[in-house]
Each structure stands twice: as C-alpha cells, then as structure tokens.
C-alpha cells in the first residue's frame, strides 16, 4: 500500500470536493498496483496547535501542508535500475501528484517518503502477491467494478482457505527465489499452513 497521511492547516482542504481531488490523482499516480492498495488520510490541524519555524501556524498567510508518504506495495527502485533513479521517481510521483492541489494553489508544503518491507505487511488479513506478478495484475481492478471479470481478486471476499493460498504462495515465491532459507528440520512451511 501506499499510505498517505496528509496533515494541513484548517484552512487547507476544507471541502470534500478538494480532498475527493487530491485522494483521486494520488490514487491515480499508482498505476503499476492496484487501485484498491492506496490510502489517502487528511488530518487537519488547528494552526494555533501546528508550529513550523517556532511560530504558530495560524499566524501566516498561507496554509501549510505536509505529507508523510509510505510505501510498502513496491518500492521506487522496483521499476528503475539504481537507487539514485527510483529515488527520483517516487519524489516525481509525489510532485506530479499534488502539484495542482497543493503546489499551484499556493500553499507552503513538504513531504517524506518511507519505504518498508513490504513482507512485514498484510491487506484484508493476507499477504498481497509479488510485486509485479500474475495474481497482483488479476486484483488490478477496484472492487465494484462494471468491467471486473470473474478472475479478478475479490478481496473483500477472500476466505480463511483463500487467505492461507496467498500465505502458501508468497512463501513459495520467497522460497524459489532464495530469499528465504528453511531449515530442513521445520518441514515444508506451506504444508503447514494448510
């Protein structure tokens, strides 16, 4: 997921029509997961509680908002050779993303971006599939959706079997890809679950 947690000054974002806006073109700014994976929280905050250079935010002309970014579906160097370029990109995701809502309208603003592990993060109870691989693209689409096919991933749906196929499926996937060691004496982990 990416999470986004966006603190701004009460005087920011004061109507459903600009924080729908802003929630709409961070989602859209994801378009290699799934729609499903982003999270948008706005949390306002009365200027006189919300200091920035000592002073009460209250005191300055315009509003102020800072956004803490976190990513876990995929990191910015997924898609990118190096870690210089993937840094870039997700600060260019970032910018492209609030440029008409934050940066054109005037406000001061920062942001931070942290990526974690994304094997320390569960979604609606299960581990979601690889980065990238088949079963992600399959959940692709929002839940709802008109044109969903019957293939698509319903999370919202997935039972405690289902749930523990994608447990069973992501470690396999760690298995062959070496990045986990099993010590022969556990078993095998998937079977296990099961």
């Not at 971006?113 to 993060?121: G, M």
Request: one cysteine or more.
């Amino acid at each position: 997921m990416p999470f986004w947690t966006i603190y701004h000054t009460d005087t920011a974002f004061t109507t459903s029509t600009d924080r729908d806006a802003l929630a709409a073109s961070i989602t859209g700014s994801y378009d290699t997961i799934p729609a499903f994976y982003v999270v948008v929280a706005f949390v306002p905050l009365d200027g006189s509680h919300f200091y920035r250079s000592g002073k009460q935010m209250s005191t300055l002309d315009k509003p102020f908002v800072r956004l803490v970014v976190h990513h876990l579906a995929r990191q910015s160097t997924d898609l990118v050779d190096g870690r210089e370029a993937g840094f870039a990109r997700g600060r260019l995701l970032v910018d492209r993303a609030i440029e008409a809502h934050v940066v054109d309208k005037g406000y001061l603003w920062e942001y931070t971006i942290a990526e974690e592990d994304r094997n320390l993060w569960k979604i609606d109870g299960f581990m979601p599939p690889p980065f990238g691989s088949e079963a992600m693209k399959a959940s692709a689409m929002p839940f709802g959706s008109a044109s969903a096919s019957s293939s698509t991933v319903n999370v919202s749906k997935v039972g405690r079997f289902n749930r523990i196929l994608c447990e069973a499926m992501a470690l396999g996937n760690l298995l062959s890809s070496k990045r986990l060691q099993v010590p022969p004496l556990l078993g095998n982990p998937t079977l296990k679950a099961l």
